[in-house]
């Protein structure tokens, strides 16, 4: 047999030569993807949660903080968003977030007395414009010692993280007739939205019929009730001037609620400055909300004008003994279930300070 020959023998050095280099540089680009990879930031995807329809206030609060924070962490954060009771109604959603099934909702807080009885507290309607009720919220929830701490427990044992709250605005009513004075709804039968306000109702000569929220339209339209009794800023998103003849108002009053609120779990695990940048854009759209709510309100009774059905601010006499009547049943709705959740001393300690603020009493820190 003939032996290879020098040149042969060069050739074969060259092609394996040639494949080392190839090998070489196939590690360092690997190499190198990998580094780049691990000094990427790590992208924060999370599942938002909500009952509320997408115009309905707050929703469009819940979106403004969850942009905020996209834009504030430059992506570094993302929302997966399901919206309108996509995976769950009302009465669900705290479920949803305190199991982990999602990690941050819009908070219905009405919606859960017996999981948060001392939160009902304020989620109660205050004889204040939208500016001062945030600041009474924030200060109860957030700023004075023994009322904050107390709420944080209660969210602990739910394994949820509240942020700031958000205005409402002030309720009214949407009758389905010409109504000048609450005298004119004796005998008519108004929608309740929670347990107490069927005591409220009866009291003042209403008959109350339980109609969620997304089918308050249709029940309005045919009869099923013959008003709407709601935070004023709901009118127009969802359409109920439409199906309404007139609009109650009562003036200066306003429900502060419908924070986000987040799994604990979620929370814990956040980088800090990511914690951070979630708590300011709450607190920014808590601010907003202040505006944004106003304008609500502002457009919806331009539209009763315009319809000529001007909205009907009812008497001094009559707002005086509306809410008489309905902070009575309020805290006592509140100790009943304070009493049934073994919470009475919290619940009468949280209930002296906001006696003060729902009547617009000086804040006390």
């Known amino acids: 047999m003939k032996r290879p020959g020098k040149e042969a023998k060069g050739r074969k050095g060259k092609v394996l030569g040639s494949i080392f280099v190839a090998m070489l540089l196939i590690v360092a680009v690997m190499a190198h993807g990998?580094?780049?990879?691990?000094?990427?930031?790590?992208?924060?995807?999370?599942?938002?949660s909500t009952s509320f329809m997408p115009p309905e206030p707050p929703n469009v609060q819940a979106m403004h903080t969850l942009d905020a924070v996209e834009k504030k962490t430059d992506g570094r954060v993302k929302f997966e968003r399901h919206l309108a009771g996509a995976l769950g109604g009302p009465k669900e959603q705290l479920g949803l977030v305190k199991t982990g099934a999602v990690d941050i909702i819009s908070l219905h807080v009405d919606q859960y007395p017996q999981e948060l009885p001392l939160h009902q507290i304020t989620?109660?309607?205050q004889l204040v414009t939208n500016a001062q009720g945030v600041a009474n919220v924030t200060a109860i929830t957030q700023e004075i010692p023994e009322t904050?701490?107390?709420?944080?427990?209660?969210?602990?044992?739910?394994?949820?993280?509240?942020?700031?709250?958000?205005?409402?605005?002030?309720?009214?009513?949407?009758?389905?007739?010409?109504?000048?004075?609450?005298?004119?709804?004796?005998?008519?039968?108004?929608?309740?939205?929670?347990?107490y306000q069927r005591d409220v109702f009866k009291e003042l000569g209403w008959i109350p019929v339980n109609v969620q929220i997304p089918e308050l339209y249709e029940g309005l339209s045919r009869g099923v009730i013959d008003a709407i009794f709601?935070?004023?800023?709901?009118?127009?998103?969802?359409?109920?001037?439409?199906?309404?003849?007139?609009?109650?108002?009562?003036?200066?009053?306003?429900?502060?609620?419908?924070?986000?609120?987040?799994?604990?779990?979620?929370?814990?695990?956040?980088?800090?400055?990511?914690?951070?940048?979630?708590m300011e854009s709450s607190r920014e759209t808590a601010q907003w909300s202040v505006q944004e709510n106003d304008n609500f309100v502002k457009a919806t009774y331009g539209a009763f004008e315009k319809?000529?059905?001007?909205?009907?601010?009812?008497?001094?006499?009559?707002r005086e003994q509306f809410f008489k009547v309905l902070f009575k049943?309020?805290?006592?709705?509140?100790?009943?279930?304070?009493?049934?959740?073994g919470v009475e001393k919290e619940q009468a300690i949280i209930q002296k300070v906001w006696n003060d603020m729902k009547w617009g009493k000086p804040i006390k820190k």
């Open 307 to 318: 319809a000529g059905a001007p909205p009907v601010k009812v008497s001094a006499a009559e």
């Open 123 to 125: 989620n109660t309607e």
């Open 148 to 195: 904050a701490r107390l709420l944080e427990a209660e969210q602990k044992k739910n394994n949820i993280k509240i942020f700031y709250f958000h205005a409402n605005g002030p309720t009214g009513l949407t009758p389905r007739f010409v109504a000048k004075s609450l005298a004119d709804l004796k005998g008519k039968k108004v929608n309740v939205i929670t347990a």
């Open 329 to 341: 049943h309020q805290e006592a709705n509140n100790k009943k279930i304070a009493k049934a959740a």
């Open 34 to 48: 990998s580094m780049a990879t691990a000094g990427e930031p790590q992208i924060i995807k999370l599942k938002f």
């Open 230 to 278: 709601m935070a004023t800023a709901a009118v127009l998103p969802l359409r109920w001037n439409e199906v309404g003849k007139s609009h109650l108002y009562f003036g200066d009053n306003t429900v502060v609620s419908t924070p986000l609120a987040m799994n604990l779990d979620t929370w814990n695990k956040l980088p800090k400055d990511i914690q951070q940048i979630f």
